[in-house]
DNA sequence: AGGGTGGGTTTCCTTCAAGTAACCACGGGG
DNA sequence: CCCCGTGGTTACTTGAAGGAAACCCACCCT
C-alpha cells in the first residue's frame, strides 16, 4: 500500500474521500441497514435507533446523490419509499465490514485490558 | 458477518465505535501518516497540509487518550515531541487500507462513468 | 536587540450537523 | 368527526468542530 500522493496533502486523499461519504453520524450505519436488503424508511428508522426524520431524509438524500443509494418511491396511499443499495453502495461491504470487526475486536481486548 | 446485535440500536455498534477514532476531519490522516512510522509535531504538519497547530495537538492528545498513539517527549531547548501509533493504533491499519482501496478505485470508476 | 526554533496555548469567531417541534397530503377505519 | 400511518417539509435552536491570529518559553545565533 502506497500511503503517499501528491494530492494526499491537499486534503482530497483517498481516505478523505472514503469517509466523505461512510463517516458522519448516520451514514455508515445506513449503509449497513441496507447491506441486509432494500428498507423503508420506516424499516430505517427502526432499525437505527434515534434518527429524526429530518436527518435520516437528508442523508438518504445526500446517499442517492453519492449514487450510493436508490430511491423506489411506489406511489399510491399511503405512499411506501423503499430504498436499496446501488451497486457503488453495495461495493462499500468490505469496508463497513473491515471497520465492524476493527470495533468487536477492539471491544473485546480494550474490555480485556482495561 | 453478522450486522445485527442488541446494542447497534443504541448507537454504540461497532461502525460507530470505529469511527468514532476513524472518522473526523483529520484523525485518520494521522494516523495514515504514522504508519509510516513515528514522526515528530512538525513532520505532521507538513504532511498533513492546512492543519493548525491546534487542532493538530487537540487531535493527536484525543488519540492518545484512546491509546493509539504515543507521545515521547525528549526535553531540552527547542523541545521535541516524537508521536508513534500503539499497538492498537497498529491494529488499525487494515481499516484505513479499506477506506484507501475503495477511495482509489472508486476514484477510477466514477471518473470513468461520470 | 532582534530573529529563529519546536511545540504548543489562548481567545475569538464561523460553520455546519444535528435535534426539536410543528405541519403537510392522502385516504381508511372507528 | 377525528385520528392513524407514511414519508416527508419547514423554521428555529443548539453544540461541537474547526479555523485565524496572537502569544508563550527557553535557548541559540548574529
Redesign the interface.
Known amino acids: 500500500?502506497d500511503?503517499r500522493s501528491p494530492e494526499?496533502?491537499?486534503?482530497d486523499?483517498?481516505?478523505?474521500?472514503?469517509?466523505d461519504i461512510?463517516?458522519?453520524r448516520w451514514n455508515?450505519?445506513i449503509i449497513?441497514?441496507l447491506?441486509?436488503g432494500p428498507k423503508r424508511f420506516t424499516q430505517l428508522r427502526a432499525?437505527?435507533?434515534?434518527v429524526t426524520a429530518k436527518v435520516l431524509t437528508e442523508r438518504l438524500r445526500l446517499l442517492a446523490d453519492y449514487d450510493i443509494v436508490r430511491r423506489d418511491e411506489q406511489r399510491g396511499v399511503p405512499p411506501r419509499v423503499a430504498y436499496a443499495l446501488t451497486p457503488?453502495g453495495e461495493?462499500?461491504r468490505?469496508?463497513?465490514?473491515?471497520?465492524?470487526?476493527?470495533?468487536?475486536?477492539?471491544?473485546a481486548?480494550w474490555a480485556a485490558a482495561g
Open positions: 500500500m500511503w494526499l496533502v491537499a486534503g486523499c483517498p481516505l478523505s474521500r472514503t469517509l461512510v463517516g458522519g455508515a450505519m449497513r441497514e447491506l441486509d432499525g437505527l435507533g434515534p457503488r461495493s462499500l468490505p469496508v463497513l465490514a473491515a471497520l465492524w470487526r476493527w470495533g468487536v475486536r477492539d471491544e481486548s
